[in-house]
Structure formats: C-alpha cells, structure tokens
DNA sequence: ATCTATTTGGCATGACCATGCTAAAAAATC
DNA sequence: GATTTTTTAGCATGGTCATGCCAAATAGAT
C-alpha cells in the first residue's frame, strides 16, 4: 500500500481507464471491473474515491473529457480566419491519445441525448463553443458587409464542420489528417469571406487594415 | 390469433418498436421485453421470426433503418448541383419519423465502431455513398478545371457536411430546418463552383451549356 | 504506543436479461 | 377428422453486474 494517495490524481488515472475502454469496446461495455482491471486496481480501490458508485466515475470521466478538449480548442493565432481553422482542426488528434479521447467524447455525447443529468452537463459546453465560433466569425467578417441573418447561416456552416469532423473521426479508425482538414476550413473561410462585399466602414478605415494585406 | 401472420410484415412491424425505443431511451436500453412491450406483441411472438435472438432482431433493425436512408437520399433534380443539395438535405427530416429514424442510424454507427459484423454491414452502405458524392460532384464540376486531390477535398467537405448535419440532428430534440441546410449547402456548392475556373472543354462546348445558364 | 484517518478489498444480494427449450393453441392442409 | 404447420407464449437457467455494506491493513497524528 502506498503513501497516501492523491484523490484527484487517482481521479485521473481512473477517468483514463475509462476513456481506453470506450475506445477499446464502446460506452456500452464500461464496469467497474473493466475499469478496475485497466487501472490495475480492485473495484473497492476505485468506489472509494467516487462514492462508491459507477455513475460517479462516468460523470467524472465525461467532465474530464470536456475539460480536455476545451484546453485543446484554444485558440493560438491572432488572424481571425486562422483562429477558426485552429478552432475545427483540433478535432484532428495529433496523437492517439486526442483520438481516442475525441471517440468517447461522441459516445458520451449520444448516451446524454437520453440522460439528463448527463445532457445538462454537456449543453453548458456547447452552448459555450457555439458562442466561440460565433465571435470568431464576428471577428473574421468584421470588414465585411454581413447581415444577423447570413452570420447565423455561416456559423451553422462551420458548427456543422465541427461536428462532421468529430463525428466522422470517431467512427474511423484512423484519425482524420489535420492536413487535410486545414485545407478544407482554410478554403471555405476564404470562400466565405469572398462571399460578401467589404463594409463601408472596412474600406474607409483600412488604412493599414487585413484588407490591404488580403490583397497583396 | 390472427390468420397467417406475413413474417415480414412482423419482423418490419417490430423494428419500428426497436427504433422507437432506440429514440426514446437509446440503443442500450434496447431488451426483448421493452421490444415486446412497444409492439404489443410476447417475446415469443417477435423471438420466433427472428431465429430467438435479440441480436438478430437488431441486425435486421439496422437493415431497415438503412435501406430507408438510402431511399430518402435519392436524388430527384436534373441539375447536378441540386442533386448534391437534394442528397444532403435528406437529412433534415420532414416527419418526425424520420428524425427517429435518423437518430436510431446514429446510435448504430456508433455501436458498429466496435462491433464488427455490424460494421462491415454499414462500411458497404457508407463506401456507396461517399461514392454517390464523388460521382455527383464530378457532374457538378464537370465543366471547370479541376485535380483529383482538389475534387478528394470538396467531397470531404461534402461529406463532412452530410456528418455534421447528421449527427447534430441525432443530438437535437428538434430537428434541423431543411430551409437552414439547403441554404448552407447551396451556398457552399456555389462558391465551391466558383473557386475553380471553367475548364477548356467546357468553355469550348458550352454552346448551350450550364456556363451560359449560370451567367444570366 | 495508541488512536484516528485513509486505503484496500471484496462479499452478498438483488435486479436484470438473453437464450435454450418446451408446449399449447390455432390455422392450414390432406 | 387427422395430421401438419404456424403462431403464441413463457419457464428455467445461467450469466452479468451495480451497490450496500463490512472489515482488515496501513499511514499519519498525537
């Protein structure tokens, strides 16, 4: 018996035997003896330190995915078309760990679609993602002529991306190339640009602006 | 008893009940009984059809959730835009039949993942129309000049598409406006269009040719 | 050394459910 | 009417697993 244990820190090793699980077999096939038999531990070594109960472990292991992809989803570039393309590539894993991560992350979002406990959870999240993508694409049409309506289109146009990625990623066993997803998102962000007119105020304020250097 | 029962008649009768119970409470909650119960039919009564086992009942649910998909994404337009519009928008459902029904397909290709006698069931159907999209988009672009790693990257964005609206339908308690997605993939087949430029032959043939249409 | 807190560990029980199997009832055929 | 086929129906059994609960071993504090 070691030391004293970290609570939060046998949490994690915890939720990572999860999350292999799921990868491994599915959201279905997850007990207590599956994920005592990856983390090397007993069954009692794992209820101990989430109040006894399965559940627990799930809904610490979802809120662990979550965190995770969040932290993977920020955004490092300060051009805004850039800052969206990084935004939908991070649902291309650069390791196998992301992509496994990226798979439970779908299957536990189908198991909320009929658990509300779960649901709640997860609805925060998105909501919360919904909005960055629309202030980005605020951000990356803020010299252009757009009205509430076309940036609502847009925005379902790449929450749709979004989502397709993920999904699609999930379902295969080989993870999707961030090549090739920058490349699809960088071109239809530029496309979209092109699909509305420079604003009046863009072309009358873009002294120095990304307009001047949209063109050179 | 009624007279001579029609099997497939039941056995299509009792994969209605498994959809309706897939969208209800998800494919996990899915047992014999919980069948029975939605059909109004004894255990025996559905085991009977369809060689006594569960699985069997939910192979053949699968089937028929994808021979109606396939069905709905028929094409019915000439121009081959619309025809790409029209596969993609089949999955906004028009019934709310049809959102169940997609939601059930969702949570089988999820379970597939890891189960592979389902899996290469869907891997025939899902092979098929990636390449429908391929094939629809060489019509839609046949007249501009494009590389078959160009024409690789619109159907991934394509069938990206169909992915995202899919499973963010499954997601959604309400389901998505067929207005919204045809609007977006409209306009993202225009300015798809419009980023390649007419091809030689095109222009050369183009007597009385979609060029000269799209230009009036 | 003693006491308290922490960690490890798993038993016992009840709930759930698939499936092998059987049989009775009803319809159809001869 | 007798026989065969079809349909209805569910019992019994074994397997799986979550969870309430208990207790021993170990670490840390006094």
Chains 1, 2 share one sequence.
Do not use: C, W
């Not at 990572?16 to 599915?26: K, N, Q, Y």
């Not at 662990?64 to 993977?72: F, Y």
């Amino acid at each position: 018996m070691p030391k004293r244990v970290d609570p939060e820190a046998r949490r994690e090793l915890v939720a990572d035997a999860v999350i292999e699980e799921i990868a491994a077999h599915g959201i279905r096939s997850v007990t207590l003896a599956r994920i005592a038999a990856r983390a090397g531990l007993a069954i009692g070594s794992i209820r101990h330190y989430f109040g006894d109960t399965l559940r627990e472990v799930m809904r610490f292991t979802m809120g662990v995915l979550m965190q995770r992809a969040a932290r993977r989803a920020t955004p490092l570039s300060d051009d805004p078309v850039a800052r969206i393309v990084d935004v939908i590539a991070f649902v291309a894993p650069t390791s196998d760990q992301e992509h496994r991560e990226n798979i439970a992350l779908v299957e536990y979002r189908v198991m909320a679609r009929t658990d509300p406990e779960l649901a709640a959870d997860i609805a925060a999240t998105s909501f919360a993602a919904e909005e960055v993508i629309h202030s980005l694409l605020r951000e990356a049409l803020a010299d252009r002529a757009v009205d509430e309506e076309a940036l609502h289109r847009e925005a379902l146009l790449l929450l749709t991306l979004i989502e397709g990625f993920s999904f699609s990623s999930a379902l295969s066993s080989a993870s999707l190339h961030e090549k090739d997803i920058r490349a699809v998102v960088t071109a239809t962000m530029h496309r979209l640009r092109d699909a509305y007119p420079p604003s009046d105020e863009a072309v009358e304020g873009a002294a120095g602006g990304p307009e001047a250097d949209e063109q050179s």
